[in-house]
């Protein structure tokens, strides 16, 4: 039995929700509320399962697996009839290329407590915690469009650029549709990328995103 630990405004918990769903794996969710008491996810009990104090984490038979891209890889490995990976080892490589410049370059630095790190302890004020914000995501967002580009060729998105690796949904959609929502939720003005709003579009009209997204989940406030 699959418990996933996780929260419906978090991003990294999307990601991990959409994989489930696209696998069609049958899961349970367990609500850890980041905010309340200052946040769930400090709690002694939350620590023995992840000593991280982050969500998501996966319990799988009392296997317990934190760290979304490391769950997403196990899930992959353990189900691989339905793939998020192209079957090429190139192609594998770029798409974890994709993956890692939004889970490792991007998200991290808009994380909540970096964001609450800047306000409590460097005192900066919300305009400049915006400013902060959007300027990580302006740089991640940019490159991640170079390389949809390049991997098209000639300045052109791969394929139609349906999605991030062409006509074939893959793990880097899994990464970007998460990190768009919450652009969208902190005023990020998503139409200076219409290539990734175009990406987002088709994915969101997929049941196994609709069905992850935060406002769908049995937590959402
Ligand atoms: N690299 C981790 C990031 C996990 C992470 O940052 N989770 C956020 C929610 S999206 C969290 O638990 N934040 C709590 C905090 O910042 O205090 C992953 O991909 O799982």
Redesign the pocket.
């Known amino acids: 039995m699959i418990t996933l630990y996780?929260?419906w405004?978090?991003?990294?918990?999307?990601?991990?929700r959409i994989a489930l769903n696209y696998k069609q794996i049958s899961y349970s969710q367990a609500s850890?509320h980041?905010l309340k008491d200052g946040?769930e996810?400090?709690t002694p009990e939350y620590k023995t399962l992840n000593p991280?104090?982050?969500?998501?984490t996966l319990l799988d038979d009392g296997f317990a697996i934190?760290?979304?891209?490391?769950?997403l890889e196990y899930l992959e490995e353990k189900y691989p009839e339905t793939s998020l990976l192209p079957s090429d080892m190139e192609s594998r490589a770029k798409i974890r290329q994709l993956c890692q410049l939004i889970?490792?370059d991007v998200?991290?630095l808009n994380?909540?407590?970096?964001?609450?790190y800047l306000s409590e302890k460097v005192e900066i004020n919300d305009e400049q915690k915006q400013d902060w914000y959007h300027h990580w995501l302006r740089t991640g967002f940019k490159a991640y469009v170079a390389l949809l580009k390049q991997a098209g060729g000639k300045g052109e998105l791969v394929s139609n650029g349906e999605y991030s690796s062409g006509k074939e949904l893959s793990m880097a959609d899994v990464c970007l549709i998460?990190q768009i929502y919450?652009a969208t939720r902190f005023n990020f003005p998503m139409e200076e990328f219409p290539e990734l709003m175009a990406i987002n579009n088709n994915c969101l009209k997929l049941e196994y995103f609709q069905n992850a997204m935060p406002e769908n989940q049995p937590d959402a406030e």
């Open positions: 996780g929260y405004r978090s991003t990294a918990a999307c990601r991990v850890v980041l946040g996810h400090h991280q104090s982050l969500v998501p934190g760290q979304s891209m490391a769950i889970t490792c998200h991290p994380n909540l407590r970096v964001l609450q998460p919450n």
